[in-house]
C-alpha cells in the first residue's frame, strides 16, 4: 500500500515568489491535513480537507490557500513567498470514523527555503 | 488558548537506560496520538489512547492516558540507538468551533541515545 506521497521534496524559492505542493493520499483517504513545522513553532495546523471541502482552516494569512481534487489528492499555494515562510511542509491523510481521528499518515514533506 | 506541554524539550541518554517523556494539558482529550519524526521525514503514528486509563505497550515503549484524559506518558524501556528522534503528542479536541475535530500538537520531545 503506497503511503502519501509529497512533491517536491525540496524546493529552494525566492521572496516574491508563489509555490504550489502537492500531496497525494493513501488510496481510500479522503482527508487531507496540511501542517508547517519550523524548530520554534513545531507542527502549526493549515488546513484540512475532505471530500475537496475545507473543513478545518489554521489561523494563517490568506497567502496560505489549499484545494483538493476529486481523486483526494491535494494541492497547497503559498502566494508573495517571505523569508518566514521557510519550513517543513507536512501532509497527512487519515479515515475519519465519525468524529475520531484515530491518527494520522504523513508524507515525507516538502522542505521550502525562501531566499 | 488550548496548549499541550512536552517534557523534558530535550533528553540525552546511554544505550540500556529507560526514560520516561509527558504531555500535560488542561484540555480533556478524546484522544491522544503519539508520533516520532526522524529529520526530514514526517512524523509516524506509534500510538492512539482513547480511554481514560488506558495503558498500551509496543514493544520496550509503554504509553498511558491519564484516567481524566489531560495527560499521557511515554516510557521506553532499555532505550537503543534506533529509538533517538523527535517525540510528538497530539491531542484531539472535539466540537471546536462548530467544526468536528482539532489535533492540539505539543512542540516534542528530542531524544538522542547515545551508543
Known amino acids: 500500500k503506497a503511503g502519501v506521497t509529497q512533491t517536491p521534496r525540496y524546493l529552494i524559492k525566492t521572496r516574491g515568489q508563489q509555490v504550489t505542493l502537492s500531496c497525494s493520499p493513501i488510496s481510500g483517504h479522503r482527508s487531507v491535513s496540511w501542517y508547517q513545522q519550523t524548530p520554534g513553532q513545531g507542527l502549526q495546523f493549515l488546513f484540512e480537507y475532505f471530500s475537496e471541502t475545507q473543513r478545518n482552516k489554521g489561523n494563517f494569512p490568506g497567502r496560505f490557500s489549499g484545494r483538493q481534487f476529486s481523486n483526494s489528492r491535494s494541492e497547497m499555494n503559498v502566494s508573495t513567498l517571505e523569508l518566514g515562510d521557510s519550513a517543513l511542509y507536512l501532509c497527512?491523510?487519515?479515515?475519519?470514523?465519525?468524529?475520531?481521528?484515530?491518527?494520522?499518515?504523513f508524507g515525507s514533506g516538502t522542505r521550502l527555503t525562501v531566499v | 488558548t488550548q496548549l499541550l506541554e512536552q517534557s523534558p524539550q530535550f533528553l540525552s541518554i546511554q544505550e540500556g537506560e529507560n526514560l520516561t517523556v509527558y504531555c500535560n494539558s488542561s484540555s480533556v482529550f478524546s484522544s491522544l496520538q503519539w508520533y516520532r519524526q526522524e529529520p526530514g521525514e514526517g512524523p509516524v503514528l506509534l500510538v492512539t489512547?482513547?480511554?481514560g486509563g488506558e495503558v498500551k505497550k509496543l514493544k520496550r515503549l509503554t504509553f498511558q492516558f491519564g484516567d481524566a484524559r489531560k495527560d499521557s506518558s511515554l516510557h521506553i524501556t532499555a532505550a537503543q540507538t534506533g529509538d533517538t528522534g523527535l517525540y510528538l503528542c497530539?491531542?484531539?479536541?472535539?466540537?471546536?468551533?462548530?467544526?468536528?475535530?482539532?489535533?492540539?500538537w505539543g512542540l516534542g520531545t528530542s531524544l538522542a541515545v547515545n551508543p
Open positions: 489512547v482513547v480511554t
Open positions: 497527512a491523510s487519515s479515515v475519519p470514523t465519525g468524529n475520531m481521528n484515530y491518527g494520522y499518515t
Open positions: 497530539a491531542g484531539e479536541v472535539l466540537r471546536w468551533a462548530g467544526n468536528n475535530r482539532k489535533l492540539i
